[in-house]
């Protein structure tokens, strides 16, 4: 009986695929928490210690980043309509816009608050699931996900208190979840729970990522409104304002060129939908990942229009677009198992310019990145002209469940 209510809890296929309001919802809070990686980076820049700032700062996105995932395959497993499966996604709503209030700060005074937010979240959400699973087989993945969660927590607590271990406790705390993370967090007589070999909702899932993706573009307006309609809001700026919103545009639109449209129909035709979508989430990341490094770039350009274009601004200026590209290069082998010599001729563009750029002004070195990405985007309308819609055909989890099946 305990078994048939925690069954309850999980997706059905007559379960709706398509993302929750609840979801939607969710996700407004990391629209501001991304805006504080923006703003963490552009510190970064000032402060002149560039390499070690960004790392520090990356480690913190791969916090939000974590959290957001996991509780993107809660929502995908898990019936989002049930009101325990809803208090665990506002639960986690509330530590994450936490996580984002102290993030500006969150290596230095406010670590703690940091740390607390972080652990409190990744040992609740799965106690409370194990809970209200009871006595069903799938109770044993948070059991496992609980265990990984309190081991780390030792790191994340001692990194808060003391200062000058800080960054190497928690990159190796968060180096430790993500290894759980791949690895199906295995703990001894309970063995693993590999993502890959999950059931999934496939619709849901691909909705997901593409939501994620557009909340990074949404941040990315973001900074180009406020860094334009405040102290720089003048003719001074236009074209740099013009010329940041135009890249946004090309990234949403190089995204969603059939591939980015195909991801719900790749992983319903995959026989290992698990694997596939493991993997999009890691592209999903890289891709994500340029979108906001481009947003740091848009603000120091509509600050400092006519600047040189030293080679720490190009980081951001050239460097943000160029990963999207290598992330999309992936992401498009991962739909089509190929990939269009467009986009990887548009990346070795960006990447043999960008050292010939920084003998002009940060504003041509914009131009020059929106000029090579129209490229890439009309090069995809040229193939696309007069043939049939391309379906997916992914090498990723192309093969077969074995006979055990996934763990459900």
């Known amino acids: 009986m305990s078994e048939q209510r925690g069954g309850g809890l999980l997706r059905t296929r007559s379960s709706p695929g398509r993302a929750t309001f609840l979801e939607l919802f969710f996700d407004l809070v990391f629209v501001f928490a991304l805006t504080r990686v923006s703003q963490r980076l552009v510190a970064d820049v000032d402060g002149g210690h560039l390499a070690a700032g960004v790392g520090r700062t990356l480690l913190l996105f791969l916090v939000l980043w974590h959290v957001w995932t996991i509780t993107t395959w809660v929502t995908s497993r898990y019936e ?4 325990v499966i809803q208090a665990v996604v506002v639960g986690v709503m509330f530590g994450s816009l936490v996580l984002g209030v102290t993030l500006p700060r969150a290596l230095e005074e406010r670590a703690m608050t940091f740390a607390l937010a972080y652990v409190v979240m990744m040992v609740a959400r799965p106690l409370v699931l194990l809970v209200a ?10 059991v496992r996900l609980v265990g990984w969660a309190v081991a780390t927590t030792p790191l994340w607590l001692a990194g808060a208190l003391v200062p000058d271990l800080r960054l190497p406790l928690w990159a190796v705390a968060l180096a430790v979840d ?53 102290e720089q809001f003048s003719g001074r700026s236009a074209a740099a304002f013009a010329l940041a919103f135009l ?23 995959a026989g290992t939908p698990g694997r596939l979508a493991e993997s999009a989430a890691q592209t999903h990341l890289f891709m994500v990942l340029g979108v906001l490094v481009s947003a740091v770039g848009y603000e120091l350009v509509i600050a400092h229009p006519y600047d040189a274009a030293d080679a720490r601004w190009l980081v951001f200026v050239v460097g943000g677009p160029a990963l999207f590209l290598a992330a999309r290069s992936r992401f498009e082998y991962e739909i089509f198992g190929r990939v269009s010599r467009s986009r990887l001729v548009g990346l070795a ?24 990405l ?30 055990a099946g996934p763990e459900a």
């Open 80 to 83: 989002p309509e049930r009101v």
């Open 133 to 142: 699973l009871r006595g069903h087989p799938r109770r044993m993945v948070p």
């Open 178 to 230: 993500y290894l759980g993370t791949f690895l199906g967090w295995p703990l001894p007589r309970l063995g693993s729970s590999r993502i890959r070999s999950w059931l999934v909702a496939g619709e849901h899932l691909a909705e997901r990522y593409q939501q994620i993706f557009l909340i990074a573009l949404g941040e990315s307006i973001l900074v180009i409104g406020v860094s334009y309609s405040g």
């Open 247 to 269: 890249v946004t545009a090309l990234l949403w639109r190089i995204y969603f060129h059939r591939a980015g449209h195909l991801l719900a129909e790749a992983l319903r035709l």
């Open 349 to 372: 563009g960006l990447l043999l310019l960008a050292p010939v750029l920084t003998a002009g002004p940060v504003l041509l070195a914009l131009a020059v990145v929106a000029g090579m």
């Open 374 to 403: 129209a490229l890439v985007a009309l090069a995809d309308v040229w193939h696309a002209r007069g043939g049939p819609p391309e379906s997916s055909a992914s090498p990723v989890g192309r093969e077969a469940l074995g006979k």
